[in-house]
């Protein structure tokens, strides 16, 4: 069985993405921007987006972290997000999710310039996936991460393998399939209401598991030799660890499925990473598109 190391593959993207950075500036002067804005100060969001800032610092792109207070007006957020739209020194836009309640997440997301919008969100992009133009548009940060840690075990040609995607998340689960339908892939687009969930799984050699469930995905819900690629992020409590204590899992149980697959990626250190080093990826060839080059 192979672990698919996140962090292995993430520090690669990043190493690219570094060097093409420093092509750009050389050649046009452009320094690609990135700007985040946050609604709040929920501490994991906060944690999140410090990440993402660093990260692109790293990179050497100009980083701005707008942050909003919490009773922000709709009418406020969408100001800001106008004003970075028409900023020609940010080439990368994004507004983490999820909002407040008094904020309308598909109105906020969808004032985000297609052409800035590196989270890959707004539905002129989705129309371009949908339609198979993966490589003419701004694809969703995860799906573009996990399709990576595929082709790595698979190849970038799927002719011949059969999917399942459980989830169908607009951040997720429909923009995977779609890549993996653009891979030659036959693809089966599951979810929580699909019967018989487990029979279907096991006849897939390509298992994407992005419901939210902690360990739903069983040992005897994979075919022999599947790769199974895990996007789900759950906190569960760990007892063992002392009062209070609880660590991360994803959707599918690890232990039980790594014995059968013949590729996982684990949870964290799996598709985590790699989330982070596209949206580097897509803010870099967002500033490429957009001076010309």
Known sequence: MTNIDGKAMAASVIERVTTETAQLIAETGVIPGLSVVIVGDDPASKVYVASKERRAQECGFNAETVVLSPTVSEEELIAQVDRLNNNTTVHGVLVQLPLPDTLDERLVTQ???????????????????????????????????????????????????????????????????????????TVTAAHSRTPDLAGLSRQADIVVAAVGRPQMVKGDWIK??????????????????????????????????????????????????????????????????????
């Open 111 to 185: 004032r985000i310039a297609a052409a800035k919008d590196v989270d890959g969100l707004n539905f002129i992009n989705v129309g371009m996936l949908t339609a198979g133009y993966a490589e003419d548009t701004l694809v969703p940060c995860t799906p573009a991460g996990a399709m990576l840690m595929i082709s790595s075990v698979l190849g970038d040609d799927l002719s011949g393998k059969t999917a399942i995607v459980i989830g169908r998340s607009n951040i997720v689960g429909k923009p995977i399939a779609s890549l993996l339908l653009k891979a030659n892939a």
């Open 224 to 293: 022999p030799g599947a790769v199974v690629i895990d996007v789900g992020i759950n906190r569960i409590p760990a007892p063992e660890r002392g009062d209070g204590k609880s660590r991360l899992v994803g959707d599918v149980d690890f232990e039980g499925v790594s014995e059968i697959a013949a590729a996982i990626t684990p949870v964290p250190g799996g598709v985590g990473p790699m989330t982070i080093a596209m949206l580097m990826a897509n803010t870099l060839r967002a500033a490429w598109l957009q001076v010309g080059a």
